[in-house]
């Protein structure tokens, strides 16, 4: 069933932050990891939704959220790529502000896995955007997750791991032209 869609941005963030925070946990309910809990999250829906460029979009079936997507292009000089492993060469990780959206997140609610939701999700947020490429992390954990992205033109650049509390990502990129 195709979704619809409502897009926000920084002036409507604080709409849709319990929104938000409800449908992460719906989607990692079960995970005993201390990364996946709401407070953690908390911290990532607030620094992302204020960062300049942030653009969201929610899927609805019908009148019900069925899951999200968002992020933001990435600043010039922005550590993105700092601890990606193997190294990149200097200019593939040169930021213009304007070169690169980062997918911050892309999760739906457990009830609509596998139906094509999130490739809907996905597909809209990046529909309109101007950027030469998007960029995601994936936990390495999930290699079927990986695929997904891989079928969607996403390409493996290496591995990170930003937070000391945060899993292994496998780094992905996918051009946008």
Request: with cysteine; hydrophobic share 35%.
């Given at each position: 069933?195709?979704?619809?869609?409502?897009?926000?941005?920084?002036?409507?963030?604080?709409?849709?932050?319990?929104?938000?925070?409800?449908?992460?946990?719906?989607?990692?309910?079960?995970?005993?990891?201390?990364?996946?809990?709401?407070?953690?999250?908390?911290?990532?829906?607030?620094?992302?939704?204020?960062?300049?460029?942030?653009?969201?979009?929610?899927?609805y079936d019908d009148t019900t959220p069925v899951?999200?997507?968002?992020?933001?292009?990435?600043?010039?000089?922005?550590?993105?790529?700092?601890?990606?492993?193997?190294?990149?060469?200097?200019?593939?990780?040169?930021?213009?502000?304007?070169?690169?959206?980062?997918?911050?997140?892309?999760?739906?609610?457990?009830?609509?896995?596998?139906?094509?939701?999130?490739?809907?999700?996905?597909?809209?947020?990046?529909?309109?955007?101007?950027?030469?490429?998007?960029?995601?992390?994936?936990d390495a954990a999930h290699p079927r997750v990986?695929?997904?992205?891989?079928?969607?033109?996403?390409?493996?650049?290496?591995?990170?791991?930003?937070?000391?509390?945060?899993?292994?990502?496998?780094?992905?990129?996918?051009?946008?032209?």
């Amino acid at each position: 069933m195709p979704l619809t869609f409502r897009h926000h941005d920084t002036h409507t963030a604080a709409d849709i932050r319990t929104l938000l925070l409800d449908i992460h946990d719906d989607a990692y309910a079960g995970s005993m990891s201390p990364f996946d809990t709401r407070e953690r999250f908390v911290e990532f829906v607030d620094l992302w939704s204020t960062r300049p460029g942030w653009a969201c979009v929610v899927g609805y079936d019908d009148t019900t959220p069925v899951g999200y997507a968002y992020g933001a292009p990435l600043a010039t000089g922005s550590p993105w790529w700092s601890d990606v492993h193997p190294l990149l060469a200097g200019d593939f990780t040169r930021e213009t502000g304007r070169r690169t959206f980062a997918l911050s997140e892309l999760m739906v609610t457990r009830d609509r896995r596998g139906t094509g939701a999130a490739a809907q999700i996905h597909d809209e947020l990046l529909r309109h955007r101007q950027e030469e490429r998007a960029t995601l992390a994936v936990d390495a954990a999930h290699p079927r997750v990986r695929a997904l992205y891989e079928r969607w033109r996403y390409t493996h650049v290496g591995q990170s791991k930003p937070f000391d509390d945060s899993p292994l990502f496998d780094i992905m990129i996918r051009d946008l032209s």
